[in-house]
């Protein structure tokens, strides 16, 4: 069984003493050992157990179960029977492993359908209780991947949104938009991506070059929208008019990519890497506000201290 017939998930979207209707495999070594049958169910002490150990590339559920996985996943989250943190969780550790397997899909356009789905669960969790958002950010800015950064931003970003006011249809698209804001450092050489410490000019100036190689990405799908480019190309201007790629400044900017532009340095700012501390949300604003300021939109990054408060609500 290859690995494209699979996809992971976390246990920690699994609740102990629920029968699934989905077969579980564990992968050992490069072999797939059906781990729990559809009709079964882990026992509380057992699922503890795993998920200590669980990296999030050991559990998988076969691609043809993906629906089922996705319905049980809706299911919990709009149970009565568990609060609303558990279920930010669960939602949060299903979109991380579904993210890993969107950003390493080679078919980019299917990628980027596929992201949708996710987007549309958080706004909908989000507007089912005051307090859900906050639990969701709470759960964020954890450890620094390409794919839980982009999530995180994408979560913090659909919180700027409500904060701004922006309808339904505008905060999908600015979801989409986030989550695939780095979408070009798939071209981008991984020794540079991955490197510790400074990059060269050299370096510096191919890293620079994401924004554009993502609006190529972009433009090869047309079900993708001018905004959600946009915010893509445009997310490291800067408000006073010296960021790149193109020198914009003020309102010349997309308002996506103004949003993005926050909260891509927050989740940075308050995110452990290997080679920095995190900040504390209120001190990575305040740095911002105070230090960054001609970088950002001023409105915008005055309605970050909303959804921080939110952040506070829920911690």
């Known amino acids: 069984m290859e690995l494209n017939n699979f996809f992971r998930i976390r246990l920690n979207t699994i609740r102990p003493d629920k029968v699934t209707n989905f077969d579980i495999f564990l992968l050992v070594g490069n072999k797939y050992i059906c781990f729990l049958r559809a009709g079964d169910k882990i026992s509380d002490g057992r699922i503890e157990q795993l998920r200590s150990k669980d990296t999030g590339n050991?559990?998988?559920?076969?691609?043809?179960?993906?629906?089922?996985?996705?319905?049980?996943?809706?299911?919990?989250?709009?149970?009565?029977?568990?609060?609303?943190?558990?279920?930010?969780?669960?939602?949060?550790?299903?979109?991380?492993?579904?993210?890993?397997?969107?950003?390493?899909?080679?078919?980019?356009?299917k990628a980027l359908d596929e992201s949708r789905p996710i987007i549309n669960d958080f706004i909908r969790f989000m507007d089912s209780s005051p307090e859900a958002m906050g639990f969701m950010i709470s759960l964020s800015g954890h450890d620094f991947y390409t794919y839980s950064h982009s999530l995180d931003v994408s979560i913090y970003s659909l919180g700027l949104g409500r904060a701004l006011g922006y309808n339904t249809k505008d905060i999908e698209e600015l979801g989409v938009g986030s989550l695939f804001h780095d979408i070009g450092k798939r071209n981008v050489s991984l020794d540079i991506l991955c490197k510790k410490g400074s990059l060269s000019d050299p370096e510096w100036e191919q890293m620079k070059m994401h924004p554009q190689y993502g609006l190529v990405i972009l433009n090869n799908n047309p079900l993708i929208s001018d905004a959600v480019k946009a915010t893509c190309f445009e997310h490291h201007e800067s408000w006073s008019g010296n960021g790149y790629p193109q020198q914009l400044m003020g309102d010349e900017i997309h308002p996506f990519a103004r949003i993005v532009a926050i909260t891509d340095t927050y989740d940075a700012m308050t995110t452990q890497r290997s080679y920095n501390v995190p900040m504390k949300p209120l001190d990575a604003v305040n740095?911002?506000?105070?230090?960054?300021?001609g970088r950002y939109d001023p409105e915008i990054l005055k309605a970050m201290y909303s959804v921080l408060f939110k952040l506070k609500v829920a911690s």
């Not at 559920?61 to 943190?85: A, C, G, P």
């Not at 979109?95 to 356009?109: Q, R, T, Y």
């Not at 740095?287 to 300021?293: D, I, P, T, Y």
């Open 58 to 109: 050991s559990f998988f559920v076969r691609v043809e179960d993906k629906q089922l996985y996705h319905s049980w996943v809706r299911e919990e989250i709009n149970s009565s029977s568990i609060d609303v943190f558990s279920k930010a969780k669960i939602l949060h550790e299903s979109s991380i492993a579904l993210m890993e397997d969107l950003f390493e899909n080679p078919d980019v356009n």
């Open 287 to 293: 740095m911002m506000k105070e230090k960054l300021a």
